[in-house]
């Protein structure tokens, strides 16, 4: 609590040494003025959001109590907040939304040890969007000052972040606005510029670049989010992220969350670094997916496997399926012949360009492809519902990912099936999975009519 007070009553000319030697330090509520928009023609002034067609009590989202699960009801929520929540129709906490909010709400920072699927995106947003409502800045505020800023690794995930922050936000009257590499920029800059924004979700590398020009400035920002660290670590972020970091408020003076799919050592060392006096919260992998997908794995051997996929694929019971391979040429080569071969196939890996990345995924949603060939990463922030199959076409190398490519399907409740392919040049990564699953996989030769 006397963190973040302290980290709001400090004016911004006082922190911010940098921002005094560069001129656009705007008032948001003049963001036309800067220079650049001055030599053009006057843009119309932005129009206020509309207002929400009719009003709305909590009385309206009726959630019976029930033993052992915790309401949003419960949880004193700002009631623009619990509309969105209602919206999107969320019932009861999921487990880490249990365990961390009542902590989080309350100013402390934590840790969690959580994955996609567990519902750890809400936890983070809501703690967010409670605290910005809850203490609205009465002084003049200036362009591009975030009051909240979330990183993440990829684009995707970036982009699934600030779609569930624009949902959770739509009663808010918040401004939540993502940077990603891939896209334009200058879009990204204008939206930055409209109006004083609340939330900032991006990768490291873009918000890097809107800093080293001075586009925006961290010293506002009161709450912070470090979403999947260990991959951020992998991805060699990490000196990114140091210096990210070190233009925020002093961890004492800002809350600081972390969420990361493994505790290793070195991002336990990080998360000590970077936040004061934590809370832990740790949901084990085996709880998130594992129960509601039928996990099958066939024995086969490198060369039959493109014919098998096509039969796996091809069955009636396979609505959409998301096929994952551990290299970029591999989705390559794979999305080609699925093409030639008649199905309505997509491609996402890091080559492929963002605004095509994005229509696939649009696409994918909406029905218009079915069959979505991946890498990990790409594959990663995937969060669609009804996902009837997932296929590891090979099996990854960290066993984290098998875990993280499964639960793409299963979700929501809904049943899923994974098919996983072993071959002479992978099967020996099954212990590993299986360790971590705690639980043998049952591999066995494909059944007579997949093979012919
Ligand atoms: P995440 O772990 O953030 O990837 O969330 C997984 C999925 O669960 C997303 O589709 C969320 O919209 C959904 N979700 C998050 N919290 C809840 C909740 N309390 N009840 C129902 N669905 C939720």
Not at 134 to 140: A, F, I, R, Y
Not at 374 to 402: C, F, K, M, W
Request: aromatic share 6%; proline share 7%; charged share 25%.
């Amino acid at each position: 609590m006397l963190k973040k007070l302290f980290g709001k009553s400090v004016k911004p000319s006082e922190t911010a040494p940098d921002k005094a030697a560069t001129p656009p330090a705007t008032p948001a509520s003049s963001a036309s003025s800067t220079p650049k928009a001055a030599a053009k023609t006057p843009k119309p002034r932005a129009k206020a959001k509309p207002k929400p067609p009719k009003s709305w009590s909590v009385s309206e989202f009726n959630v019976p109590p029930e033993e052992g699960k915790t309401r949003f009801h419960d949880l004193n929520l700002p009631e623009p907040l619990m509309r969105g929540i209602a919206e999107l129709g969320y019932e009861y906490c999921s487990p880490i939304q249990a365990q961390v909010l009542p902590y989080t709400l309350d100013g402390y920072d934590a840790i969690g040890k959580a994955q996609t699927g567990t519902g750890k995106t809400a936890a983070f947003l809501i703690t967010v969007i409670t605290d910005l409502l809850n203490k609205p800045v009465e002084s003049e505020r200036y362009v591009g000052e975030p009051r909240a800023l979330v990183i993440a690794p990829t684009r995707e995930l970036v982009q699934q972040i600030a779609d569930d922050a624009k949902n959770l936000c739509k009663y808010t009257g918040l401004h939540v606005v993502s940077l990603i590499g891939g896209v334009d920029y200058d879009r990204q800059q204008r939206e930055l510029e409209k109006q004083a924004v609340d939330i900032v979700v991006a990768t490291p590398g873009r918000l890097m670049d809107f800093k080293e020009r001075s586009q925006i400035y961290l010293d506002q920002v009161e709450i912070m989010v470090i979403d999947e660290a260990d991959r951020m670590l992998d991805m060699g972020f990490i000196p990114q992220v140091k210096r990210i970091i070190s233009h925020t408020p002093k961890k004492t003076a800002r809350q600081t969350l972390l969420f990361s799919a493994t505790f290793t050592p070195d991002i336990l060392n990080l998360s000590e670094r970077w936040t004061h006096e934590p809370v832990r919260v740790e949901i084990e992998p085996d709880s998130v997916a594992a129960d509601t997908v039928e996990q099958i794995v066939y024995i086969v051997s490198a060369d039959e496997k493109l014919a098998l996929l096509k039969k796996c694929i091809s069955d009636e019971s396979v609505e959409s399926v998301i096929i994952f391979a551990n290299r970029r040429d591999t989705t390559r080569k794979l999305h080609e012949k699925l093409t030639k071969s008649g199905f309505k196939a997509g491609i996402l890996s890091g080559d492929i360009p963002q605004n095509k990345r994005s229509r696939t995924l649009e696409d994918f949603k909406s029905g218009k492809l079915n069959v979505l060939v991946a890498t990990d990463v790409a594959g990663r922030g995937i969060h669609i519902n009804g996902i009837s199959h997932v296929v590891n076409y090979t099996l990854p190398e960290d066993p984290e990912d098998y875990v993280h490519r499964i639960g793409r399907t299963g979700r929501a409740g809904a049943q899923g099936v994974s098919i996983s392919f072993a071959c002479e040049d992978d099967a020996f990564m099954l212990p590993d999975i299986e360790q971590l699953l705690g639980r043998k996989l049952n591999a066995v030769l494909p059944p007579e009519d997949l093979l012919n």
